[in-house]
């Protein structure tokens, strides 16, 4: 029971545009939630996170928005630039765990 | 200030061996979080500890595994009789205390093949 879903595998976008990971939820228990971005043979590294009780949260080229009647979020990427290409993983903090979604898989061409 | 470590990087197993996964945390973190990630998939909770505490071993297989984080040392994620399905990359993570869980550190990975 998948409880976090990236639905998109993968995405490819030019260097410059904006890039826009998707992700959905089916517990609306959760209350927080944190993308991360994770390179071959290393470990996840945080980018970004965002409460409930928000809507929206920027850091520089990065923003996350929650729509919590959709259960739905997404992270925005602008512009975005050939080192951004990695896997990003979507997560809900739940009790003391993460509970990860499967992955984008990013590619950034010039 | 040194990042999560995690020992070894790599490590290959027959079928029946035993694996030792070690994980020192950041430091003056004293809140440890093991997660498996099998290939294609995303990274699956397997447990969580305080020092020479388990808090939360939910995500653990019922058999075969175990999980300690001793007064002194790293943390230590054991596999006994590792079978093919065992093959996986074993992620651990720490944070500094119990109020703010999501500052989960992630070490690099052990990348476990059972041969």
């Known amino acids: 029971d998948q409880q976090v879903k990236q639905n998109s595998p993968s995405l490819s976008v030019q260097e410059g545009r904006i890039s826009i990971l998707n992700c959905d939820y089916t517990?609306?228990?959760?209350?927080?939630f944190l993308w991360y971005k994770k390179y071959p043979a290393e470990g996840p590294t945080f980018l970004i996170s965002?409460?409930?009780?928000?809507d929206k949260n920027e850091d520089g080229r990065f923003t996350v928005f929650l729509n919590k009647s959709a259960k739905h979020l997404s992270l925005h990427i602008v512009p975005s630039q050939p080192g951004d290409s990695a896997v990003y993983f979507c997560?809900?903090?739940?009790?003391?765990?993460?509970?990860f979604g499967t992955g984008t898989r990013l590619q950034v061409f010039p | 200030n040194a990042g999560v470590m995690q020992n070894p990087r790599h490590l290959v197993r027959r079928r029946g061996q035993e694996a030792r996964l070690r994980c020192s945390p950041m430091?003056?973190?004293?809140?440890v979080y093991w997660y498996r990630q099998l290939p294609e998939e995303g990274l699956k909770f397997m447990v969580y500890?305080?020092?020479?505490?388990?808090?939360?071993e939910s995500g653990m297989p019922k058999e075969r595994f175990s999980a300690e984080f001793p007064k002194e040392g790293p943390s230590i994620l054991r596999i006994q009789q590792v079978v093919r399905g065992d093959s996986a990359a074993y992620f651990c993570?720490?944070?500094?205390?119990?109020?703010?869980?999501?500052?989960?550190?992630f070490g690099p990975g052990t990348r476990l093949t059972v041969t």
């Open positions: 993570a720490s944070s500094p205390s119990r109020a703010i869980l999501y500052e989960q550190y």
């Open positions: 517990n609306s228990m959760f209350d927080y």
């Open positions: 965002i409460s409930s009780i928000k």
């Open positions: 997560a809900a903090l739940y009790t003391d765990k993460l509970i």
């Open positions: 430091k003056g973190h004293s809140h």
């Open positions: 500890l305080q020092k020479e505490n388990i808090i939360d």
